[in-house]
T-cell receptor, first 116, second 113 residues
Framework: NAGVTQTPKFQVLKTGQSMTLQCAQD?????MSWYRQDPGMGLRLIHY???????DQGEVPNGYNVSRSTTEDFPLRLLSAAPSQTSVYFC???????????????FGPGTRLTVL | GNSVTQMEGPVTLSEEAFLTINCTYT??????LFWYVQYPGEGLQLLLK?????DKGSNKGFEATYRKETTSFHLEKGSVQVSDSAVYFC????????????FGKGTTLSVSS
């Protein structure tokens, strides 16, 4: 199992450019999510999905779009990059458990994004 | 709302010292509690977890006990090693509030030989 994979590892964008961060998992997990990590802020949830075709906003969704057409993939789109989106982005996945909620979340290695 | 507060770092220790990283939480329901570790340049890995009050999670010599009465989940290790140098995150997952993990801001641990 590859677990959770993310591409690219590093990316530099200019203000106003758009791009997609890729995330894939091979564990057949229903739940997937995107976080951003900033110094002194911990990890903040951007968007999440509880299954194919279902997405919802997290704590900091502005400027980002997601879709979930398959169980395996959960791409994050930056529509018009801004310097405030300079961050490290982590994707995570987890199995759902009976009664609601999720089991342990598994994280990808991250994408370090710089917006100039 | 739900939140996690953990002690500010950095924490600097000598090898074989005792480690405590404090974590307290606020939750409206009955959360599960986690400690994740992030080694330099890597993603987060689950270190240990506890799903109900009085549960003790343990892994790699680290332990944490879910204390409902004090709303705490402090991380401890009896003898740290240089290889334990990392950032440690306390987190909670409240099934009634949704499925997302809520993280503390992280505590950097640096262990010297």
């Amino acid at each position: 199992n590859a677990g959770v994979t993310q591409t690219p590892k590093f990316q530099v964008l200019k203000t106003g450019q758009s791009m997609t961060l890729q995330c894939a998992q091979d564990m057949n997990h229903e739940y997937m999510s995107w976080y951003r990590q900033d110094p002194g802020m911990g990890l903040r949830l951007i968007h999440y999905s509880v299954g194919a075709g279902i997405t919802d906003q997290g704590e900091v969704p502005n400027g980002y779009n997601v879709s979930r057409s398959t169980t395996e993939d959960f791409p994050l789109r930056l529509l018009s990059a801004a310097p405030s989106q300079t961050s490290v982005y982590f994707c995570a996945s987890a199995a759902s458990v009976a009664g609601g909620g999720t089991d342990t979340q598994y994280f990808g290695p991250g994408t370090r994004l710089t917006v100039l | 709302g739900n939140s996690v507060t953990q002690m500010e770092g950095p924490v600097t220790l000598s090898e074989e010292a005792f480690l405590t990283i404090n974590c307290t939480y606020t939750a409206t329901g009955y959360p599960s509690l986690f400690w994740y570790v992030q080694y330099p340049g890597e993603g987060l890995q689950l270190l240990l977890k506890a799903t109900k009050a009085d549960d003790k999670g343990s892994n790699k010599g680290f332990e944490a006990t879910y204390r409902k009465e004090t709303t705490s989940f402090h991380l401890e290790k009896g003898s740290v090693q240089v290889s334990d140098s990392a950032v440690y995150f306390c987190a909670l997952s409240d099934y009634q509030a949704g499925t997302a993990l809520i993280f503390g801001k992280g505590t950097t641990l640096s262990v010297s030989s």
